[in-house]
């Protein structure tokens, strides 16, 4: 990289001659700006940013899914109020981000640092921990069902033995979080993994090695010297890990695949409720609703993260 | 049972002032996107099913294959058939997208569970000018009714498809129940399969994954003790009845004799479960008679009636899909005269596809007098399990309600609280009951059966 | 650190890491060989006979019955074209567009940049499952439904690659720009000549995860297309799921499939995730 960059400024000092003036050369750089941008910035707004107004439009609807919509302001919103279905569901998110974000980030933190380091295997050892993320939400269903059947499956087979082969991982309201938390965690540790090592390779050598002239010790070394530089990459860990078990696929098509929202709605997702609302209910302005919601929530919470843990090196340029 | 709650809204009233600035407003965009983007080409209709053209042969496939084709042979307006599969299609949202986005098939496959909804919002067709004269009169009591709303039919049902209980010789004979053992009541049925039930094999099976099927199959347990949801526009849901019935299926969660979860396709898959030695007594329905036929057809079973309560009278819930047409589709009368011709035709040849259908690609109760009468001559019902459905189950059928989907969600929650949770029925029964008269002070629409 | 490799600290150091790495090793293969379990046995089931499935031990006997059948009976090779058509092109697309979008807001200076680059990144707290009604409503009006567009175009644009993109840029040499300007080749130019081979790294390992996700997907396949001729490996998969619900060596075989070009990608494209992170960096 440095090479190609080099040859270029070399040449570049040998043509110095052709640059326009200053005004000339920003206009172009602005007009260049857009051109770049144009793609990207139409399409997210044409696939995102619309959808997005439209649900805001739809939720002061009452839509029936039939082509039939009566405005009916904030009743929509109103109702959220007193929907104990709703407050149920955001118990289950809660529940679900409260376990997932930390042990995923832990597991994610903790593997990284355990493969950081070369030994024999090292990169079969990462392969096989990123494994899980390469396989589609579809496939990771039906897998640990398989893996879980009551009494017969390989895995409940293998809990025998803790006095727990009479479980049912999926199907008792008791165990059902647990092992969509557990599921969740072994399908995205590998790639949180991934962004922790490279975090940790960004670091600098030198900072270590003058810890350990110092006579650091590992644990002393990772708190005074690895944790704080890692904060950006924790940060963005943090935050795409908040969004994923918030609204992303894994709060969705996980749940769909392996317990829609049952037992008992111990995995009913307010997302999984949402998906409910519109498409088993016909209720697609209330659903519009809680996704509008939902989202000014999250803006909400990342904001105030941004604020709270100086995350603000995000937009250093 | 037929008995409207409250006057049902003209469906295609006047729009207030309000709706239509409204409609204008935000949602004006969607409602002229739904005339758009389609091919209107009106000389060929789509079809939405979960049968065929499958990728894999199957003799349910064949059958809409070869009456699709037969229609297409004879008819200008082509039939075009999209498979969606079963999963997808049942609990997905291929369906409700395409109809929320103005774009819905010409001709689908509707449950009891959609039925008012779709309704409601002015999706389905009035098929009754459709239909061939005196043809209402040859489908049996109760056939029509859930599809029907002031008299008038806006789906053609397919199929009746009523639950009993499976089980499995070898497990009954390795535990030493004779056949005559077989349970009647709720209380033997729970002691024989606390005897059936083994490290590896549990004695008795109900649906545990939340649902409409799950619904379907425990509403028996609710009439059997004279209860129901809904009655003259209030609940009746919180009854000795429903507590019974929620205690009954607790109870096999108490005593560990049924599992938290089916293997396969859930607790209506009998080749996944009874037959793969899951379990011993499995309910399921009539179609398993021809999974079972395909899947495992060497292994030894037989049925019986559901078991009651003490003083209970014998009802089952007889399921089943119909055929219904998109009023706003684009060329709604073609779609309706396919609809009565595949289903309704009074012909020979009209009976006879209906014939193959319930005892050929599956094995269903006909809906019709007349199919059935055929079938008999074909020698379907006139021995082994299929005969016990026709004489034994049959007189105790009841239709599978169409109550919306409010309804079936508290209900829902109410079986699942208590059959997983062990909440107190007592408890889940009036907390359901109060949801369910909530709902019902704002529901207008076509009649709760 | 080459040259002070004979130090008595890097000794000592060597030592003791020695005894660490013995132990982390260990650790380490054991959690990995955990980890892998469950694929491990999709692997095995897949082989097994029927009627084996749920045998805890080695299958009776190997058999390819499983994967003949769903390779043939099933039209899963077309599927797998499918999704390998839409897998590659939108990662194409994608991976062109984001690094314009990010060389932009990274090295150009234009005003409402840094707006632009907060209105992109916060549509990542938009989700699919959330706005799927809207968004097909769009794809409909553009004449999207039931062809590749449908299946490809929307998919395109996700502002997680074009922040992680971003970051790579802004580790440029500042000259970068001063030396196009004054050879007078141009922003286009210089991006397609310059920035573009430079940026192979990230790309690469962007690439892989681009992939992965769009082969993954299921929720949009399944709402857009309805020609069974357009089905992608999930949306093929989750139909074998719904015919042979019984048939768990089927449905693993089918599973198995649909996974195993996901892992050759991976195990293809991994070196360049691990390496590339390094340098792309997530300040």
Request: charged fraction near 15%; hydrophobic fraction near 45%; proline fraction near 6%.
């Amino acid at each position: 990289m440095t090479t190609s960059a080099k040859a270029l400024s070399e040449r570049a000092s040998s043509t110095s001659t052709a640059s326009g003036t200053g005004t000339t050369r920003r206009r172009r750089e602005t007009r260049a700006a857009w051109l770049f941008l144009a793609p990207d910035a139409v399409g997210l707004l044409l696939f995102v940013a619309l959808p997005m107004v439209f649900a805001l439009a739809l939720s002061l609807f009452d839509v029936d899914g039939f082509g039939n919509y009566r405005w009916i302001g904030l009743d929509n919103f109103h109702r959220m109020l007193s929907d104990p279905m709703l407050s149920r569901a955001i118990w289950v998110t809660v529940k679900y981000v409260v376990l997932f974000v930390p042990l995923s980030f832990v597991a994610g933190l903790g593997l990284a640092l355990l493969v950081w380091n070369k030994f024999p295997g090292v990169a079969a050892v990462r392969t096989l921990f990123f494994l899980p993320n390469a396989l589609s939400l579809v496939v990771i269903g039906l897998l640990w069902q398989f893996l879980l059947v009551d009494k017969q499956g390989v895995l409940t087979h293998a809990a025998r033995p803790f006095g727990l082969g009479d479980v049912s991982f999926l199907g008792d309201p008791k165990w059902a979080l647990a092992t969509y938390v557990f599921i969740s965690v072994w399908y995205s540790m590998g790639y949180q993994m991934l962004l922790f090592m490279a975090g940790l390779n960004d670091i600098e050598g030198e900072h270590l090695d003058a810890a350990r002239v110092d006579g650091a010790g590992a644990w002393q070394r990772f708190r005074h010297v690895i944790w704080p530089l890692l904060g950006p990459t924790s940060f963005f860990v943090l935050i795409t890990s908040l969004v994923a078990s918030v609204t992303g696929l894994q709060a969705f098509d996980l749940v769909y695949v392996l317990t829609k929202g049952g037992p008992d709605n111990q995995t009913s997702t307010v997302v999984f409720y949402i998906y409910q609302q519109a498409f088993s209910f016909g209720h697609f302005g209330y659903a519009a609703a809680i996704t509008v919601m939902l989202v000014a929530f999250l803006v909400a919470v990342t904001a105030v993260l941004f604020k709270a843990t100086g995350g603000g090196r995000f937009h250093a340029r | 049972m037929t008995r409207p709650v409250q006057p049902p809204p003209p469906t295609a009233g006047r729009p207030s002032r309000r709706a239509l600035l409204g409609s204008v407003a935000g949602a004006g965009a969607a409602a002229l996107l739904s005339g758009c983007g389609d091919d209107n080409n009106t000389d060929e209709l789509s079809f939405w099913n979960f049968y065929g053209p499958s990728p894999t042969p199957s003799p349910t496939s064949d059958w809409f294959t070869s009456v699709i084709g037969e229609w297409n042979r004879n008819n200008d307006v082509k039939v075009r058939p999209r498979f969606i599969a079963n999963a997808a299609y049942i609990n997905g949202n291929t369906l409700q997208t395409a109809f929320s986005a103005g774009s819905g098939p010409d001709i689908f496959l509707l449950s009891p569970g959609d039925f008012l909804r779709y309704q409601n919002g002015g999706a389905l067709l009035d098929l009754t000018p459709f239909l061939p004269k005196g043809v209402r009169a040859d489908y049996v009591p109760g056939a029509l009714d859930t599809r029907t709303v002031d008299g008038r039919v806006y789906a053609l049902p397919m199929e009746i498809e009523p639950l009993v209980i499976y089980y499995d010789r070898r497990a009954f004979e390795k535990a030493h129940v004779a056949e005559g053992d077989l349970p009647k009541t709720w209380d033997q049925f729970l002691s024989l399969a606390t005897k059936l039930t083994t490290k590896s094999r549990f004695g008795a099976m109900f649906e545990t994954l939340p649902g409409y099927y799950q619904n379907f199959v425990w509403y028996p347990f609710l009439w059997q003790g004279g209860g129901g949801a809904v009655k003259d526009g209030k609940s009746t849901f919180d009854s000795t009845a429903a507590r019974n019935a929620l205690g009954f299926w607790q109870e096999t969660q108490r005593r560990h004799i049924a599992p938290k979860s089916a293997l396969g396709g859930g607790s209506g898959d009998t080749p996944s479960n009874l037959a793969a030695g899951y379990c011993a007594m499995q309910q399921s329905g009539i179609w398993a008679v021809a999974d079972l036929k395909l899947q495992a057809p060497k292994f030894d079973y037989g049925i019986f009636p559901l078991p009651i309560p003490d003083g209970g009278k014998h009802v089952t819930d007889g399921g089943g899909w119909a055929f219904a047409v998109n009023a706003k589709g684009k060329n709604p009368e073609a779609a309706a005269e396919f609809v009565a011709w595949a289903l309704a035709s009074t012909d020979r040849a009209g009976i006879d596809r209906a014939r193959k259908w319930n005892t050929v690609a599956k094995t269903n109760l006909p809906p019709r007098a007349s199919v059935r009468k055929a079938a008999e001559a074909h020698d379907a019902f006139t021995s082994g399990v299929l005969e016990t459905f026709a004489t034994q189950i049959a007189p105790t059928l009841r239709s599978e309600p169409r109550y919306p989907p409010e309804v079936y969600k508290a209900i829902s929650d109410a079986i699942q609280g208590t059959q997983l949770s062990g909440k107190d029925p007592q408890q889940a029964a009036r907390e359901a009951s109060d949801v369910i008269d909530n709902f019902l002070l704002t529901y207008r629409g076509g009649s709760i059966l | 650190m080459l040259a002070d490799s004979s130090s008595p600290t890097t000794v000592r150091r060597t030592r003791r890491w020695r005894n660490g790495t013995t132990l982390r090793a260990v650790v380490a293969w054991a959690l990995a060989l955990l980890t892998f379990f469950p694929i491990f046995w999709l692997l095995l089931t897949a082989f097994k006979p029927s009627g084996e499935s749920f045998s805890s031990g080695m299958p009776s006997h190997w058999t390819w019955d499983n994967l003949k059948y769903v390779l043939t009976e099933v039209s899963f090779p077309r599927y797998l074209m499918n999704s390998a058509i839409v897998s590659v092109v939108v990662t194409a697309a994608a991976l062109l567009f984001h690094s314009m979008a990010a060389y932009a807001l990274a090295r150009l200076r234009f005003r409402g940049n840094s707006l632009v680059l907060g209105a992109m990144v916060s549509t990542m707290l938009v989700s699919l499952p959330v706005i799927l009604v809207p968004l097909f409503l769009i794809a409909k009006t553009l004449g999207m439904l039931d062809n590749f567009a449908g299946l490809i175009v929307p998919m395109i644009f996700n502002a997680f690659g074009i922040f992680l993109l971003r970051q790579y840029y802004l580790n440029f040499p500042s000259e970068l720009e001063d030396a196009a300007a004054l050879d007078g080749c141009g922003y286009p130019r210089l991006f397609w000549h310059v920035v573009l081979p430079l940026s192979r790294p990230a790309l690469a390992s962007l690439s892989v995860l681009f992939f992965l996700a769009n082969w993954n997907a299921f929720l949009w396949p399944l709402v857009i297309t309805s020609n069974p001729d357009l089905y992608v490996v999930q949306t093929g998969m989750a139909s074998l799921q719904g015919q042979y619900a019984s048939a768990y060596n089927y449905v693993l075989a089918g599973s198995l499939v649909a996974v195993l070009p996901t892992i050759i990608v991976f195990l293809l494209g991994q070196r360049w995730l691990v390496d590339s992170m390094k340098s792309s960096g997530l300040k």
